[in-house]
Nanobody, 128 residues
Framework: QVHLVESGGGLVQAGGSLRLSCAASGRRFSNSAMGWFRQAPGKGRDFVALISWNGGNTFYRDTVKGRFTISRDNAKNTVYLQMNSLKPEDTAVYYC?????????????????????WGQGTQVTVSS
């Protein structure tokens, strides 16, 4: 199986930037899609971004388009989420996940149930 560990979260002021990383270990995996989700206190886990194995296809939640960029470095087994122009509404625990058969990539629906493995999350807090 694949073990995922997120890092890079922290406290920033509105308008600032953070880059989240998700490192995968345990085994090599190919043809998988990687996604980022977030969950605010008392809220559900919401889709943020998705990227295909080769990085050629990406999807974003409407509220982060133009501000967030998902990327991956397969040589390092790592996926990134660059977050710019952060807003207080972005405050949440951010999780990365892997979809081994890329079902989520093809659905394009941001469904968390299609992902096979999840990290433990990293806290992002954006102050006003």
């Amino acid at each position: 199986q694949v073990h995922l560990v997120e890092s890079g979260g922290g406290l920033v002021q509105a308008g600032g930037s953070l880059r989240l990383s998700c490192a995968a270990s345990g085994r090599r995996f190919s043809n998988s899609a990687m996604g980022w989700f977030r969950q605010a206190p008392g809220k559900g886990r919401d889709f943020v971004a998705l990227i295909s194995w080769n990085g050629g296809n990406t999807f974003y939640r409407d509220t982060v388009k133009g501000r967030f960029t998902i990327s991956r470095d397969n040589a390092k087994n790592t996926v990134y989420l660059q977050m710019n122009s952060l807003k207080p509404e972005d405050t949440a625990v951010y999780y990365c996940a892997v979809d081994f058969d890329a079902r989520e990539l093809y659905s394009g629906s941001g469904r968390p149930d299609l992902y096979d493995s999840w990290g433990q999350g990293t806290q992002v807090t954006v102050s006003s």
